[in-house]
């Protein structure tokens, strides 16, 4: 049987040589729409379209987390805000560490929104992480703390990273439309956010969810040398993800940092001859010789 003919409105412009056909669902949506509606409506074919130009116009943030770049198709997406979501011990903060570090390392801006006060500057330091190229915000809740990452933002800065603390985050009732605010943000100015939170805060304004397992400790030692700790191993796993399917996941190894030596203990001073002392003693005043040697 023959297809039978049907007109495409006169609005709807012809498709570029090279481009995939418009639907006729969508052709005949967008000519009952009005006009200031009908740009805005995207099929998920152009959306994706659109994601993938913009990736190739802005490629990622390379974090220098093997798990986490393998993951994320090559690392932090700009332009989109990716939540890690893992306990204390499990490595997130380690890795938004790394994320800093590989920024910085290759002369880019970095921030970090600290709410849970959890940054050493040495130990960051000591990661790789150039303080010279990083701000760091402490803020005292979670609404304080989204705004300052907005700012940061719309500063310009080419990651920020958010990191929430311990449960429970101080503040995080009534925000959700600050996440989105803050997506639409990151977007707007094609800054990478990261952010790090003890379990899932983001809602829907998050492009991608990575949830870090309980780490496992790795230890060396043993045949009669003292065991030391090694390490811990923990796994990353995709709960959110629009190219990849929830439950892929990635090993995560941390190598526990060598604590750097201690200095050596001062010499001790030689006792003076007991004819100097005597001279000293009597030179004192009055209260201070009545003390001894206490003082």
């Known amino acids: 049987m023959a297809r039978p003919w049907r007109e495409i409105p006169e609005s709807e412009p012809e498709p570029e040589s090279g481009a995939a056909p418009v639907p006729a669902a969508l ?11 009908r740009s805005r409506l995207r099929s998920a074919r152009e959306l ?10 802005h490629p990622p943030l390379v974090t220098a987390v093997p798990a986490l ?4 198709d090559g690392g932090l997406p700009r332009g989109h805000l990716v939540e890690l979501v ?6 997130r903060f380690s890795t938004l560490l790394s994320a800093l ?31 010279e190229r990083l701000l760091w915000v402490r803020p005292t809740d979670l609404k304080e703390a989204l705004g300052s990452a907005e700012m940061l933002i719309g500063a310009g800065f080419a990651l920020v990273v958010l990191d929430l603390g311990a449960p429970p985050v101080r503040g995080g009732r009534g925000v959700e439309a600050g996440w989105l605010r803050l997506a639409r943000s990151a977007r707007s100015h094609g800054s990478a ?18 949830k870090a397992s ?5 230890w060396q030692g043993g045949a009669g040398a003292p065991w030391l700790l090694g390490g811990l191993s923990a796994r990353i796993e995709v709960e959110k993800h629009r190219r990849r399917l929830p439950g892929q996941s990635e090993g995560l190894e941390l190598t526990a940092m060598e604590a ?34 206490r003082r």
């Open 260 to 293: 750097p030596p201690l200095p050596a203990p001062p010499a001790p001073r030689p006792a003076a001859p007991a004819e100097e002392r005597t001279e000293r003693e009597a030179a004192w005043p009055t209260p201070l010789r009545a003390a001894g040697g």
């Open 193 to 210: 956010l990261l952010v790090g939170s003890p379990y899932r805060v983001s809602g829907t304004a998050a492009s991608a969810v990575l």
């Open 86 to 91: 893992g306990g204390r011990t499990s490595g």
């Open 27 to 37: 052709q005949r949506v967008r000519s009952a729409l009005p006009e200031e509606l």
């Open 48 to 57: 994706d379209r659109t994601l993938r130009d913009e990736e190739e116009e």
């Open 101 to 131: 570090a590989a920024a910085t390392s290759i002369g880019e801006t970095a921030a970090l929104v600290d709410l849970g006060d959890a940054l050493d500057p040495a130990a960051a330091a000591a990661l790789g992480v150039d303080l």
């Open 214 to 218: 309980r780490p496992r400790t790795l």
């Open 69 to 72: 770049d393998r993951l994320l």
